[in-house]
Nanobody, 115 residues
Framework: QVQLVESGGGLVQPGGSLRLSCAASGIIFPIYTMGWYRQSPGKQRELVAVIRSSGSSDYIDSVKGRFTISRDNAKNAVYLQMNNLKPEDTAVYYC?????????WGQGTQVTVSS
């Protein structure tokens, strides 16, 4: 059974930091492209950052220089370090794993940036 379990969300003030974690099980983790998506009320889910099996990564423009995605294949985990958080980063963040036609999602973790 495949499971992606996110953790690390919470309430933080603008300018603060959070580190999201996603623990994967039931997949051959190193071959998967892993991504972090987010969705806020009334908006479509958007891809925030992706890291491939090669280790290369990409980000949407609005988080470049503030967010860092990383993976630890030994721990079957992917992380999203979020610095200098802004109110517009408020959303439910989802972990996603993709390989060929297989795509799996976590249940999401809420990130709220507010003073």
């Amino acid at each position: 059974q495949v499971q992606l379990v996110e953790s690390g969300g919470g309430l933080v003030q603008p300018g603060g930091s959070l580190r999201l974690s996603c623990a994967a099980s039931g997949i051959i983790f190193p071959i998967y492209t892993m991504g972090w998506y987010r969705q806020s009320p009334g908006k479509q889910r958007e891809l925030v950052a992706v890291i491939r099996s090669s280790g290369s990564s990409d980000y949407i423009d609005s988080v470049k220089g503030r967010f860092t995605i990383s993976r630890d294949n030994a721990k079957n985990a992917v992380y999203l370090q979020m610095n200098n958080l802004k109110p517009e980063d408020t959303a439910v963040y989802y972990c996603n794993g993709v390989f060929a036609s297989q795509s799996y999602w976590g249940q999401g973790t809420q990130v709220t940036v507010s003073s």
